[in-house]
């Protein structure tokens, strides 16, 4: 039997199905837009969300309009959550509470550090070179 690929957005479109229906689904990871925390081919749950979800560092599945991503909250004002790859520098997704459809649970210890991770984001890019050369893409 051969492989088959399927376009991202087709499987998280599915991905966002299953967690509107309340169900939890386990999603591997591909590029790199959330290094260190999670390299290309980790395995994630993601539950679905809840109000008391939004917060401040916590990683969600999100729908950014032409794409879905799994990045963490680095803002929230008012209905919008604004949302980083720990692996981007530069590049947020802003968008309404309601597209965000999922939660990675992660531990006290990676949010901890997620916090470090997120201040040291004017010179992170250093550290990240180093990572997305040792790393899968």
């Not at 919008?80 to 520098?89: A, F, H, Q, R, S």
């Amino acid at each position: 039997m051969g492989e088959k690929s399927v376009a991202n957005v087709a499987t998280f479109s599915v991905v966002r199905d299953i967690l509107l229906e309340g169900q939890k689904v386990k999603v591997t990871v591909k590029g790199q837009s959330m290094l260190p925390f999670f390299v290309s081919g980790s395995t994630v749950t993601i539950r679905p969300i809840e109000s008391s979800d939004f917060k401040r560092y916590n990683v969600v599945f999100a729908d950014a309009g032409n794409h879905f991503v799994i990045h963490r909250i680095i803002d929230i004002q008012g209905d919008n959550v604004t949302l980083l790859g720990d692996g981007n520098i530069v590049g947020t997704e802003t968008m309404p509470r309601s597209k965000v459809y999922g939660i990675v649970d992660c531990s006290a210890l990676h949010i901890f550090f997620a916090k470090i991770w997120v201040a040291l984001r004017p010179v992170r890019r250093f550290p990240l070179a180093v990572f997305r050369r040792v790393t899968p893409k």
